[in-house]
């Protein structure tokens, strides 16, 4: 179980970086959603991957049990989804009007510049 | 009194949500847009003052203690970074209330402006690391979508480079957040700046510091991570591309000064050496790069790039008189560099061109335009009595302090390089005679008839606030020991890193920490 996490976000890292070496936007695009994927799964696992319980206080409490799970990388892991999830969808759009202005994904083509002319 | 460190981040964050309210009366917005541009300047103002007089603030936000909750902190570098922000927010407000056209004013350019600016003043207020990188993803996304704004197949090219580049860099950041809190059990600056040290991992505390070198040294655009910016600075209009250059890439320098001076001074002679290979590389091939390109505003980002060099080499010397140079030399870059690229909009707009092979005759035609342009260009090549020699004054003394000869030898030859690029500007905009006699005033006027767009009074808008900073510039360079002394406190309080943690955890505090 501790191996299984570590190779999976190193499976994910080496997926990601191949597609965001590859030339369409769009799958660097795909290889930057697995990276963030990997990242958040790195947080979770260098946060320490205990099984705890749910990590309420209860009504006569004022400390949480040492039981308890660590609720903190959840939280900066749910805050870098809604991040990753408004940046991605930007990219997509971004990607999208690319390919609507230049008629071509193929980043070399962009960057050279060679807008389609019936645009 | 601590309270008021919200207000750098509140006043842009209203002025935000009433121009966006404000949707489609875009008198109301303009006249909301500036009274919130001064608002924060005056704002950020009152904060420095107070930072100046009461030593390091901190704000608890919703009273939890630190190291629990989010906590604002303001030490003199800080408070002068927020004047600096203020100060350029405004002028470049100003500017854009002349320049920016009817479309992108309809399609929300002021909302997201002031976004940028909260996501400026939120990142150099952040007192943990988590909430640096949220105010770095706000100040991203406004800028991704300023970037595009308008929609234009250059900027459109620009921004897939710059997107990618900068997300990546975020990822880099929050890998680098996962780990050390998987190694400390803390966020909070001053907090893991008080346990790094007896974490007793030496090379997997450098592996991260790596990572934050990676993460900020992207956003900074230092070598070899900056080939996102000369290829999307010059896209986007002048107003966007100046609050750009001034700001953006001094938040990735202001992060690596952070971390590099609180928390991984654990291993200076490796990481601080890395720094100043980076720094000299930096400085060569930015200046390298302009010396190559003949469009003004890709001459002006890769003096950017170079210009970076000086400030990273600051901090790589890491010495007293270095970093007070570093810091003098951020505030310094940021009006002049935010200036230039504002003459340059003003180039734009008499010889309807940003080529410098195509402009021509500006000395001639419009005279004060070239004074305008030749205090900021002179100071940024660093020539007496400006703001630019004392910035590289101070930080040369630094290098011949600490023996960096070979860094000294750099900075002086970037910096004759730098007055190579500014003559070759302005050899082909202001000196030479325009090759088309009559473009000019023909250019003018069917742009006006064109456009229609642009209200009467703009050319006072644009023209005004190139001034002020100009003036500014001036009054540095003639003036430099006000900002020497500031700049020398916050050097002081950098290279003291324990009053930062005693200002924000208390002596208290300390006690109650939860193990990690």
Same mark, same amino acid.
């Given at each position: 179980?501790?191996?299984?996490?570590?190779?999976?976000?190193?499976?994910?890292? %080496?997926?990601?970086?191949?597609?965001? /070496?590859?030339?369409?936007?769009?799958?660097?695009? &795909? *290889? #930057? $959603?697995?990276?963030?994927?990997?990242?958040?799964?790195?947080?979770?696992?260098?946060?320490?991957?205990?099984?705890?319980?749910?990590?309420?206080?209860?009504?006569?409490?004022?400390?949480?049990?040492?039981?308890? %799970?660590?609720?903190?990388?959840?939280? /900066?892991?749910?805050?870098?989804?809604?991040?990753? &999830? *408004? #940046? $991605?969808?930007?990219?997509?759009?971004?990607?999208?009007?690319?390919?609507?202005?230049?008629?071509?994904?193929?980043?070399?083509?962009?960057?050279?510049?060679?807008?389609?002319?019936?645009? | 009194?601590?309270?008021?460190?919200?207000?750098?981040?509140?006043?842009?964050?209203?002025?935000?949500?009433?121009?966006?309210?404000?949707?489609?009366?875009?008198?109301?917005?303009?006249?909301?847009?500036?009274?919130?541009?001064?608002?924060?300047?005056?704002?950020?103002?009152?904060?420095?003052?107070?930072?100046?007089?009461?030593?390091?603030?901190?704000?608890?936000?919703?009273?939890?203690?630190?190291?629990?909750?989010?906590?604002?902190?303001?030490?003199?570098?800080?408070?002068?970074?927020?004047?600096?922000?203020?100060?350029?927010?405004?002028?470049?407000?100003?500017?854009?209330?002349?320049?920016?056209?009817?479309?992108?004013?309809?399609?929300?350019?002021?909302?997201?402006?002031?976004?940028?600016?909260?996501?400026?003043?939120?990142?150099?207020?952040?007192?943990?690391?988590?909430?640096?990188?949220?105010?770095?993803?706000?100040?991203?996304?406004?800028?991704?979508?300023?970037?595009?704004?308008?929609?234009?197949?250059?900027?459109?090219?620009?921004?897939?480079?710059?997107?990618?580049?900068?997300?990546?860099?975020?990822?880099?950041?929050?890998?680098?957040?996962?780990?050390?809190?998987?190694?400390?059990?803390?966020?909070?600056?001053?907090?893991?700046?008080?346990?790094?040290?007896?974490?007793?991992?030496?090379?997997?505390?450098?592996?991260?510091?790596?990572?934050?070198?990676?993460?900020?040294?992207?956003?900074?655009?230092?070598?070899?991570?900056?080939?996102?910016?000369?290829?999307?600075?010059?896209?986007?209009?002048?107003?966007?591309?100046?609050?750009?250059?001034?700001?953006?890439?001094?938040?990735?320098?202001?992060?690596?000064?952070?971390?590099?001076?609180?928390?991984?001074?654990?291993?200076?002679?490796?990481?601080?050496?890395?720094?100043?290979?980076?720094?000299?590389?930096?400085?060569?091939?930015?200046?390298?790069?302009?010396?190559?390109?003949?469009?003004?505003?890709?001459?002006?980002?890769?003096?950017?790039?170079?210009?970076?060099?000086?400030?990273?080499?600051?901090?790589?010397?890491?010495?007293?008189?270095?970093?007070?140079?570093?810091?003098?030399?951020?505030?310094?870059?940021?009006?002049?560099?935010?200036?230039?690229?504002?003459?340059?909009?003003?180039?734009?707009?008499?010889?309807?061109?940003?080529?410098?092979?195509?402009?021509?005759?500006?000395?001639?035609?419009?005279?004060?335009?070239?004074?305008?342009?030749?205090?900021?260009?002179?100071?940024?090549?660093?020539?007496?009595?400006?703001?630019?020699?004392?910035?590289?004054?101070?930080?040369?003394?630094?290098?011949?302090?600490?023996?960096?000869?070979?860094?000294?030898?750099?900075?002086?030859?970037?910096?004759?390089?730098?007055?190579?690029?500014?003559?070759?500007?302005?050899?082909?905009?202001?000196?030479?005679?325009?090759?088309?006699?009559?473009?000019?005033?023909?250019?003018?006027?069917?742009?006006?008839?064109?456009?229609?767009?642009?209200?009467?009074?703009?050319?006072?808008?644009?023209?005004?606030?190139?001034?002020?900073?100009?003036?500014?510039?001036?009054?540095?360079?003639?003036?430099?020991?006000?900002?020497?002394?500031?700049?020398?406190?916050?050097?002081?309080?950098?290279?003291?890193?324990?009053?930062?943690?005693?200002?924000?955890?208390?002596?208290?505090?300390?006690?109650?920490?939860?193990?990690?």
């Amino acid at each position: 179980m501790d191996i299984a996490a570590p190779l999976l976000i190193g499976l994910l890292t %080496a997926s990601g970086v191949y597609l965001l /070496l590859r030339r369409s936007l769009l799958r660097m695009l &795909f *290889g #930057l $959603i697995l990276l963030s994927n990997a990242v958040n799964l790195l947080i979770l696992t260098a946060g320490g991957l205990t099984s705890g319980q749910p990590p309420l206080i209860s009504g006569t409490e004022t400390v949480m049990d040492a039981s308890a %799970a660590n609720p903190l990388p959840q939280a /900066l892991i749910l805050t870098a989804i809604v991040i990753g &999830f *408004g #940046l $991605i969808a930007f990219a997509l759009v971004l990607v999208y009007r690319t390919y609507k202005t230049m008629g071509t994904l193929d980043a070399d083509a962009v960057a050279a510049g060679t807008p389609r002319d019936d645009s | 009194m601590s309270d008021l460190l919200v207000l750098p981040v509140v006043i842009p964050l209203a002025t935000m949500v009433a121009t966006l309210l404000a949707w489609r009366a875009i008198r109301l917005q303009r006249i909301l847009h500036l009274i919130g541009a001064a608002g924060l300047a005056v704002a950020s103002i009152v904060v420095a003052v107070s930072v100046w007089n009461g030593g390091i603030m901190h704000l608890q936000v919703g009273s939890w203690s630190s190291p629990f909750g989010i906590t604002l902190v303001a030490d003199v570098l800080s408070a002068a970074m927020l004047v600096v922000v203020g100060l350029t927010g405004a002028a470049v407000g100003v500017y854009a209330v002349g320049s920016i056209d009817g479309e992108r004013e309809r399609f929300g350019f002021y909302p997201l402006y002031h976004a940028l600016l909260m996501g400026v003043s939120g990142a150099f207020l952040a007192g943990d690391l988590f909430n640096l990188y949220v105010w770095f993803e706000v100040m991203l996304i406004s800028s991704f979508v300023l970037l595009v704004l308008g929609n234009e197949t250059e900027q459109v090219r620009g921004a897939s480079t710059y997107v990618i580049i900068n997300l990546v860099s975020s990822l880099c950041f929050l890998a680098a957040i996962g780990l050390l809190y998987g190694l400390t059990g803390s966020l909070n600056l001053a907090d893991l700046a008080s346990r790094l040290p007896g974490v007793g991992e030496p090379a997997l505390v450098t592996t991260i510091a790596m990572l934050f070198l990676i993460a900020f040294g992207i956003k900074a655009a230092v070598f070899p991570l900056f080939f996102w910016l000369p290829a999307s600075y010059h896209t986007p209009p002048v107003a966007v591309s100046a609050i750009f250059a001034g700001l953006l890439t001094k938040v990735g320098v202001y992060a690596l000064i952070r971390v590099f001076t609180l928390l991984f001074t654990q291993d200076i002679g490796y990481t601080h050496t890395m720094l100043l290979g980076i720094a000299m590389l930096t400085m060569i091939t930015g200046v390298l790069g302009a010396a190559a390109q003949f469009e003004f505003r890709k001459v002006l980002s890769f003096h950017i790039v170079s210009q970076i060099g000086y400030m990273v080499l600051g901090l790589a010397l890491f010495t007293p008189l270095a970093l007070l140079g570093a810091v003098f030399y951020i505030i310094h870059h940021i009006i002049v560099k935010t200036n230039l690229f504002l003459v340059s909009g003003l180039a734009h707009r008499f010889g309807d061109t940003f080529e410098l092979k195509s402009l021509g005759g500006l000395y001639r035609s419009k005279p004060w335009l070239a004074i305008l342009f030749a205090i900021p260009a002179l100071s940024l090549a660093g020539l007496p009595p400006l703001s630019g020699f004392w910035a590289k004054f101070v930080i040369i003394r630094a290098g011949l302090e600490t023996e960096a000869y070979v860094a000294v030898a750099v900075a002086l030859v970037v910096g004759l390089l730098t007055l190579y690029s500014m003559t070759k500007i302005w050899n082909e905009a202001f000196w030479k005679p325009l090759v088309s006699a009559d473009r000019t005033s023909e250019a003018d006027s069917e742009r006006a008839v064109n456009e229609g767009l642009l209200p009467a009074p703009s050319l006072a808008w644009t023209v005004t606030p190139v001034v002020v900073l100009a003036l500014i510039t001036l009054g540095i360079g003639l003036y430099a020991e006000p900002l020497a002394i500031v700049a020398d406190r916050a050097a002081d309080e950098l290279l003291l890193p324990e009053a930062y943690v005693e200002a924000v955890l208390g002596s208290g505090v300390a006690e109650n920490q939860s193990l990690p």
